[in-house]
């Protein structure tokens, strides 16, 4: 027969035994597949054109945001030069259609600023009502891995990496190895984040000496990335701040900040 229906059957077969093509995708197909099949009511294949492919296409942008648009137009073009390869269909309608079209672009989200000056007078004030040394010490280090994600840009992991050895206290300057082993040092400007990063490797002088981090919980273990994200999200229900932060919106956020303030893109760049 060739209506829509078995001939798509026939596809994924195909797809399976022949292309030994995964489960998911196969599965992802029969989705895509099915939606064209009900669109056109398993219609015979041979009274398909151009036209009629185009109409599905609007269809499909009107319901669809544009990267599953994309998505399901390559399982619909696979499956038209399938039955063009069985000579099932003389002239392939996708050689007469441009499917060409923009994505929209997605900007990497920020944390406004006055947020971030939320979070962080928050933390401060949560260090300086602490009723116990230990919650004094345990709030101290959230504080300084708060504002050196903020004031450096660097990446959570990072950070989470960062030896006592790449922070050079003296010349207040960190040493960072990022994605492929490349290093940058980067000059901390502020001096209260430098006062800052000075009060806390005092207090965690021994731990940062027994485990070679400098970023250390009090049993001189590094941070991981979740300990960090369950801490930013503490502090922001503290702060009543709904809106879903992670560790690298600092890392855009920081970006942001030295391009409003006139900085060359090309030393921001170097700097991340």
């Known amino acids: ?25 196969i599965k992802a197909y029969r989705i895509d597949l099915k939606q064209f099949t009900s669109f056109y009511n398993n219609t015979d294949i041979h009274t398909l054109s151009a036209a009629d492919i185009e109409n599905f296409i ?32 003389e002239i392939n309608p996708f050689n007469r259609i441009k499917t060409k079209f923009r994505e929209p672009l997605l900007l990497p989200k920020t944390i406004p600023l006055h947020m971030v000056e939320n979070l962080l007078s928050t ?18 280090l959230d504080i300084a891995v708060l504002e050196t994600l903020f004031s450096t840009g660097m990446r959570i992991s990072e950070l989470c990496n960062l030896k006592s050895s790449d922070v050079d206290m003296h010349d207040e300057v960190i040493r960072i190895y990022g994605k492929g082993a490349k290093e940058r040092i980067i000059q901390i400007g502020n001096e209260d984040v430098i ?47 709904e809106l879903h932060i ?27």
């Open 1 to 25: 027969m060739n209506t829509l229906i078995p001939i798509t059957e026939k596809y994924l077969e195909y797809c399976k035994s022949q292309k030994r093509i995964d489960y998911k995708t």
């Open 123 to 140: 933390m401060y004030k949560e260090y300086s009502l602490a009723h116990t040394a230990y919650r004094k010490k345990r709030t101290l």
């Open 58 to 89: 609007g269809y499909l942008h009107q319901n669809f945001k544009p990267k599953t648009v994309k998505r399901k137009l390559a399982s619909l073009k696979a499956f038209f030069y399938y039955l063009e390869y069985k000579s099932i269909i």
């Open 195 to 241: 006062n800052l990063l000075k009060s806390y490797e005092n207090e965690y002088v021994s731990e940062i000496q027994d485990s070679g981090y400098f970023f250390t919980n009090k049993n001189a273990t590094p941070l991981s990335d979740q300990a960090v994200r369950r801490m930013i999200n503490k502090y922001c229900s503290l702060a009543a701040i």
């Open 246 to 272: 992670t560790p690298h919106m600092f890392r855009h956020t920081f970006a942001t900040s030295l391009l409003e303030a006139d900085v060359d893109i090309r030393y921001i760049q170097e700097m991340l």
